[in-house]
Every structure is written in structure tokens, then in C-alpha cells.
């Protein structure tokens, strides 16, 4: 069974930073696309950052050049560094994998973390 462990979530000020952490379990990381998602208060989830095995990376518009993620296949982790933070990247963020380094792809495994609260507020 796949489990993914969020954590890193906080309240920061507009423009501020957070690194975000995801450890999964009960997959074979190192082989799976990882992307990050985030749900937004009244919104649907959406991918906002994917990672190949090999570390090529893709994001949504809206993240583009201000969030970074990366992992780390020895331990698991994937992680995304989010800098600018404006309001409207209030979330609940969560990982899993992904079908492909495409943002129209899907989620790979059914189960999900509980997430991490991200608010940007002053």
C-alpha cells in the first residue's frame, strides 16, 4: 500500500519562502514521476510540479520560475522549494506520482497524504 508524508506547511507572509517535503512509501520511487498538487479552498486538486526519475522537471504557469522541486532517490523525498508566495498559492499541498512528465497527465496511485496547509496571508 502506497503512503505519502507531507510536511513543511506553514503561514508565511507574501513573498516569503517554505520548502515543502514528501517521503513515500510502498513504491518504487526511484522508477515514478512524483509531482507535486495543491487544493485550494473551493477548488479542484491540480498538478503544479512534476519530477522525472532523472530529474527533468515541469510546472504550471502559475508556479513557473518561483517553485523548484527536486528528490532525493535514496531517501524517498521529494521536495518543493516555493518562493514568492503570493495569496493565491493558499493550499493544501500534497505529492504522489504522476503518469508522465506532462501536466494534462494524471495521478498514479490512488491513495494520498493528508497534505500540508500552506496559507500566504500578512
Known amino acids: 500500500q502506497e503512503q505519502f508524508v507531507e510536511s513543511g506547511g506553514d503561514l508565511v507572509q507574501p513573498g516569503g519562502s517554505l520548502r515543502l517535503s514528501c517521503t513515500a512509501s510502498?513504491?518504487?520511487?526511484?522508477?515514478?514521476?512524483m509531482a507535486w498538487y495543491r487544493q485550494a479552498p473551493g477548488k479542484q486538486r491540480e498538478v503544479i510540479a512534476i519530477?522525472?526519475?532523472?530529474?527533468?522537471?515541469n510546472y504550471v504557469d502559475s508556479v513557473n520560475g518561483r517553485f523548484t522541486v527536486s528528490r532525493d532517490n535514496s531517501k524517498n523525498t521529494v521536495y518543493l522549494q516555493m518562493n514568492s508566495l503570493k495569496p493565491d498559492d493558499t493550499a493544501v499541498y500534497y505529492c504522489?506520482?504522476?503518469?508522465?512528465?506532462?501536466?494534462?497527465?494524471?495521478?498514479?496511485?490512488?491513495?494520498w497524504g493528508q497534505g500540508t496547509q500552506v496559507t500566504v496571508s500578512s
Open positions: 504522489n506520482g504522476h503518469s508522465s512528465i506532462l501536466t494534462n497527465g494524471a495521478p498514479l496511485f490512488r491513495s
Open positions: 519530477i522525472s526519475s532523472g530529474g527533468i522537471t
Open positions: 510502498g513504491i518504487i520511487f526511484g522508477n515514478s514521476y
